[in-house]
């Protein structure tokens, strides 16, 4: 069970809009630190998509978009393609366990 | 542009040892932290390690405390990961990652190499 909670899975059709949850505590998400949000496909480098809740990499589409407020983060992807069928995970600092922490990840499925 | 290969993966007995590397290319290697990340078979990402720009400094998950070394060579810009003990529990791809120029909380990982496998197995 993971400190940061993510739905285990998402589905959606081209073209929609899809949010992933990552939900925390007091002493992560809530405490201040920041979210940051990577894809994992198979076989490729896990890529940076989302850094300090909100901030896209160059080279990042600006379809993908990231949030925080109180103890949650989202993360948003907005024309869904199906090149976007992936794992995704967010990221944070937990203060009580000294560590960086990882969500549970979310295996998104465009239909 | 930024290259980060792991190397050093395989299939090893229990309470055996095995050393990854990772070689870093296309940056200035002994400017940033660096991390050592896995994903077991159908879970997820745990961070593993990290180590600081100028070797003073090191911090391990609990997991792997005691048994793992993290280390680098910033004359070669690789980095080390010497796994002793293994354990079947160990069985996962390891990542190496990059991150900021100092050891941070609100540190995060720019790029990632694409893993090696390492398999605990009698």
């Known amino acids: 069970q993971s400190v940061l909670t993510q739905p285990p899975s998402l589905s959606g059709a081209p073209g929609q809009r899809v949010t992933i949850s990552c939900t925390g505590s007091s002493s992560n998400i809530g405490a201040g630190y920041d979210v940051h949000w990577y894809q994992l496909l198979p076989g490729t480098a896990p890529k940076l998509l989302i850094y300090g809740n909100s901030n896209r990499p160059s080279g990042v589409p600006d379809r993908f978009s990231g949030s925080k407020s109180g103890t949650s983060a989202s993360l948003a992807i907005t024309g869904l393609q199906a090149e976007d069928e992936a794992d995704y995970y967010c990221q944070s600092y937990d203060n009580s366990l000294n560590v960086v922490l990882f969500g549970g990840g979310t295996k998104l499925t465009v239909l | 542009q930024v290259l980060l290969v792991e190397s050093g993966g395989g299939v090893v007995q229990p309470g055996r040892s095995l050393r990854l590397s990772c070689a870093a290319s296309?940056?200035?290697?002994?400017?940033?932290?660096m991390y050592w990340v896995r994903q077991a078979p159908g879970k997820g990402l745990e961070w593993v390690a990290v180590?600081?720009?100028?070797?003073?400094?090191?911090y391990y998950a609990d997991a792997v405390k005691g048994r793992f070394t993290i280390s680098r060579d910033n004359s070669k810009n690789t980095l080390y990961l010497q796994m002793n003990s293994l354990r079947a529990e160990d069985t996962a791809v390891y990542y190496c990652?990059?991150?900021?120029?100092?050891?941070?909380?609100?540190?995060?990982?720019?790029?990632w190499g694409q893993g090696t496998l390492v398999t605990v197995s009698s």
């Open positions: 296309g940056f200035t290697f002994s400017n940033y932290a």
């Open positions: 180590i600081s720009d100028d070797e003073r400094s090191e």
């Open positions: 990652a990059r991150g900021l120029t100092v050891i941070s909380s609100r540190g995060y990982f720019d790029y």
